[in-house]
């Protein structure tokens, strides 16, 4: 049975949260700018949050949902969350899209923030508990295989952006 300090796949997943969490955050801080510099900084960051959103919601519905649809009996929770994936990829799509950082821009860059914002809750207050007491997950070897694929697509990312 591992410890509960040493790190698991929802430390890792949270990590993931956090790191975008701090991004909106620089973005909310920018919108105040009319700076050019301040516009292409929101674009650069804006398609930052995009990417690692995509590569996270990836790597949750290949690894992380599917174990745990196995594990537990309750998976209305996982049903909810994998909508409310498409609906973040629906919105990163547009923002992806768009060519300027004008208002509707600014609009879906804070909507899909407030909308990961309720995910996490979910996942942090729902999921996470119930990963953590599925006795059938190793959620030690899961932060691995997680960590793996999701180096994997972000160098796919970077090799398709080159």
């Given at each position: 049975m591992?410890?509960?300090?040493e790190?698991?796949?929802?430390?890792?997943?949270?990590?993931?949260?956090?790191?975008?969490?701090?991004?909106?955050?620089?973005?909310?801080?920018l919108?105040?700018?009319?700076?050019?510099?301040?516009?292409?900084k929101k674009?650069?960051?804006?398609?930052q949050?995009?990417?690692?959103?995509?590569?996270?919601?990836?790597?949750e519905?290949?690894i992380?949902?599917?174990?745990?649809?196995?594990a537990?009996k309750?998976?209305?929770?996982?049903?909810?969350a994998?909508?409310e994936?498409?609906?973040?990829?629906?919105?990163?799509?547009?923002?992806e899209?768009?060519?300027?950082a004008?208002?509707?821009?600014?609009a879906?860059?804070?909507?899909?923030?407030e909308y990961?914002?309720?995910?996490?809750?979910e996942?942090?207050?729902e999921?996470?508990p119930?990963?953590?007491?599925?006795?059938?997950?190793?959620?030690?070897?899961?932060?691995?295989?997680?960590?793996?694929?999701?180096d994997?697509?972000?160098?796919e990312?970077?090799?398709m952006?080159a």
């Amino acid at each position: 049975m591992p410890t509960r300090n040493e790190k698991d796949a929802c430390d890792l997943l949270d990590t993931d949260h956090k790191a975008v969490k701090r991004m909106f955050k620089e973005y909310e801080e920018l919108t105040g700018s009319r700076a050019r510099s301040a516009m292409q900084k929101k674009m650069d960051l804006a398609h930052q949050i995009c990417h690692e959103l995509t590569v996270h919601a990836q790597i949750e519905e290949e690894i992380f949902y599917p174990a745990l649809r196995e594990a537990i009996k309750d998976t209305d929770m996982l049903a909810e969350a994998e909508v409310e994936h498409q609906t973040a990829k629906d919105l990163i799509a547009q923002i992806e899209a768009m060519a300027d950082a004008d208002e509707m821009f600014d609009a879906k860059v804070k909507v899909l923030g407030e909308y990961i914002d309720h995910h996490v809750k979910e996942e942090r207050n729902e999921i996470f508990p119930k990963a953590r007491s599925a006795r059938k997950l190793d959620l030690i070897a899961m932060r691995d295989e997680l960590q793996a694929r999701k180096d994997e697509l972000v160098a796919e990312m970077e090799a398709m952006a080159a």
